[in-house]
């Protein structure tokens, strides 16, 4: 009896390329940053959040769907960037309080806020994310 080696064995298990057909699917995600203040009205009575402070905002955009066999791609990272542009107008260097649908500003109602904004104009849109500091953040998925 023949005896295979090991890396016969392991070839023999391993698909050619012409008999599996690889998803196409892919996950983008986008980070942006911005600077604010906001309180949050909601916390307990004592709470320190209750107080006016800030933050430097990381929110990360997530959009899934096929490659394109045209282009190579999902979407160009500068449409991700483009059709978020002008909710980061309305964030950056501001008091979230004072935005229509943020008076109470908390990393969850942030996301949600943005997802509502933004799923209209990208409609792969699958998560948002947002993180107040690097140790924690909300993922919202609609």
Same mark, same amino acid.
């Given at each position: 009896m023949i005896q295979k080696s090991e890396e016969a064995k392991a070839a023999e298990c391993d698909p050619s390329p012409h008999e599996v057909e690889a998803s196409r699917k892919v996950r983008l995600v986008r980070g942006f940053t911005f600077e604010a203040a906001h309180r949050l009205p909601g916390a307990g009575e004592g709470h320190k959040c209750r107080r006016l402070?800030?933050?430097?905002? &990381?929110?990360?955009?997530?959009?899934?769907?096929?490659? =394109?066999?045209?282009?190579?791609? %999902?979407? =160009?990272? !500068?449409?991700?960037?483009?059709?978020? !542009?002008? #909710? %980061? @107008?309305? %964030? =950056?260097? &501001?008091?979230?309080?004072?935005? =229509?649908? #943020?008076?109470?500003?908390? !990393? @969850?109602? #942030? !996301?949600?806020?943005?997802?509502v904004r933004l799923r209209p104009v990208l409609p792969c849109l699958t998560q948002v994310s947002v993180a107040e500091n690097c140790q924690g953040r909300c993922e919202y998925r609609g």
């Open positions: 402070h800030g933050h430097s905002f &990381r929110v990360e955009i997530v959009c899934e769907g096929e490659i =394109d066999p045209t282009t190579g791609w %999902l979407m =160009d990272f !500068a449409d991700m960037r483009e059709k978020f !542009a002008p #909710l %980061l @107008e309305q %964030l =950056d260097h &501001r008091y979230l309080n004072e935005i =229509d649908g #943020l008076s109470n500003p908390t !990393a @969850e109602n #942030l !996301a949600r806020w943005i997802w």
